[in-house]
């Protein structure tokens, strides 16, 4: 396979008005169909909520762990998958999706330590020790909860308390917490086999008839940090950056390029689109023990003859 060739067949939105009403998320586009969506992941990677353009499989690779883990998962937190007609597309239960997303950390890396080495702390209603140093692994998982922002707009920190007074209903919330702790519990042990580290991710929740369940996805590259086991140690021991096997690599590199939110980004360039769908790919090889079957050409197409097949006229 030349990755070269997919460069111009990712799939970089997918709008069309007959399938119903129509939210575009930072990577899915998904429709509202009675008491379903129907979520197509497209091949966009955004970052410092900035969609930076499209990376060669990545919907696939995202769709794919993700069903791996609502699949695996099931037993513990029931979750909104009801089918899976494409690679890139699933139907789900619509849920009242809570306003706050559930971040577990395992490690200060990441956003928290920009922040904590900034000298901001205390945001989610509790304060973390001093002294802490660049990916240091903490005693028990945190919970840095964030408010939901539509697209285009930034998440930002809030504490439980807050949560609790008026966002969410207390004991919602708190079952929230449990299930993600759970998650993480879960998805923790199965990278560990793997020889990964599930360092930090971010759940979704919503209700259905009452019912708490997990959306969006779960344990992805593009919600959680995975790096490669072996190397954490000697690699903190000098203060050396982690081995990622996830969408902090684009981060990295746009902070690289002097971007960290503000202004413009960077145009992406092909060596960097390719370089990532490598990443993505060698995680999905690693995290589910088995190796990646892209689905090569025309995404649009294939995705649009797939929901013809279930039913859905384009």
């Known amino acids: 396979m030349n990755m070269k060739d997919q460069l111009d067949l990712t799939l970089q939105k997918f709008e069309h008005s007959s399938l119903g009403e129509h939210y575009k998320g930072k990577v899915r586009d998904n429709y509202?169909?009675?008491?379903?969506?129907?979520?197509?992941?497209?091949?966009?990677?955004?970052?410092?909520?900035h969609v930076l353009g499209t990376i060669p499989f990545k919907g696939q690779i995202l769709t794919e762990i993700a069903n791996f883990w609502f699949e695996r998962t099931k037993h513990i937190v029931p979750n909104h998958i009801i089918d899976y007609p494409d690679p890139q597309v699933l139907i789900a239960k619509?849920?009242?999706t809570l306003p706050v997303e559930v971040i577990v950390r395992n490690y200060i890396t990441g956003s928290l330590w920009r922040e904590y080495s900034s000298g901001i702390n205390g945001q989610y209603g509790f304060n973390l020790p001093d002294g802490l140093k660049k990916d240091q692994k903490f005693d028990e998982p945190i919970l840095t909860p964030s408010t939901k922002a539509e697209y285009g707009l930034h998440d930002e920190p809030i504490s439980r308390d807050e949560i609790m007074k008026g966002l969410v209903d207390r004991d919602?919330?708190?079952k929230a917490e449990e299930?993600?702790?759970q998650l993480f519990n879960e998805g923790k042990?199965?990278?560990d086999k793997q020889g990964l580290i599930l360092v930090d991710t971010k759940y979704e929740f919503g209700l259905v008839n009452g019912e708490?369940?997990?959306?969006?996805?779960?344990h992805t590259p593009d919600s959680?940090?995975?790096?490669?086991?072996?190397?954490?140690?000697s690699r903190f021991d000098i203060g050396k950056s982690q081995k990622m096997l996830d969408k902090e690599n684009i981060r990295q590199w746009l902070i690289d390029q002097g971007f960290s939110g503000e202004g413009t980004p960077p145009k992406l360039s092909d060596e960097i689109r390719i370089k990532l769908a490598k990443h993505y790919m060698e995680l999905y090889n690693v995290l589910l023990g088995k190796e990646f079957i892209p689905e090569t050409g025309d995404v649009e197409k294939r995705v649009i003859n797939n929901l013809d097949k279930y039913g859905y006229k384009i």
């Open 212 to 218: 708490l369940i997990v959306i969006d996805e779960i």
């Open 32 to 49: 509202y169909d009675g008491d379903k969506i129907i979520m197509i992941t497209s091949d966009r990677v955004s970052a410092f909520d």
């Open 172 to 174: 919602i919330y708190l």
């Open 189 to 191: 042990k199965w990278a």
């Open 94 to 96: 619509k849920a009242k």
């Open 179 to 181: 299930y993600a702790l």
């Open 224 to 233: 959680s940090r995975f790096w490669v086991k072996n190397e954490y140690q």
